[in-house]
């Protein structure tokens, strides 16, 4: 049953993490970000935030470095939504993972396709 609560969590993280960001942090830092997966202790008490992010490895430092400095911000607002007695910790990570990578670069080529 703890399983299902912390896949919840991470659900409801994921959803309210990518909201914050499509609307946008005030912090030029943060580039095209996307909001990958999101892992939550059993405990509820630390969330680990895998991101990937448009760009250089220069974008994708100085985004992990704005998402971090934000942290305190992105907590609050999720306290406001989460109904928990304890908003977990969150990590950022960039996913290195190949896949998202390559399943991205086919999907811009196909927006820069003309489609008649």
Do not use: C
């Amino acid at each position: 049953m703890a399983h299902k609560r912390s896949d919840k969590v991470a659900e409801t993280i994921h959803e309210l993490i990518s909201s914050i960001l499509s609307r946008g942090l005030n912090d030029p830092r943060i580039g095209f970000v996307t909001i990958i997966a999101v892992e939550v202790t059993e405990d509820l008490r630390l969330a680990r935030v895998f991101f990937t992010v448009i760009g250089d490895d220069q974008a994708k430092k100085d985004s992990e470095a704005g998402l971090n400095s934000a942290k305190g911000f992105l907590r609050r607002e999720l306290g406001k939504s989460l109904t928990m007695r304890y908003t977990p910790d969150l990590i950022f990570k960039y996913d290195h993972s190949g896949e998202y990578g390559s399943r991205i670069d086919s999907l811009l080529k196909e927006i820069d396709t003309p489609h008649e």
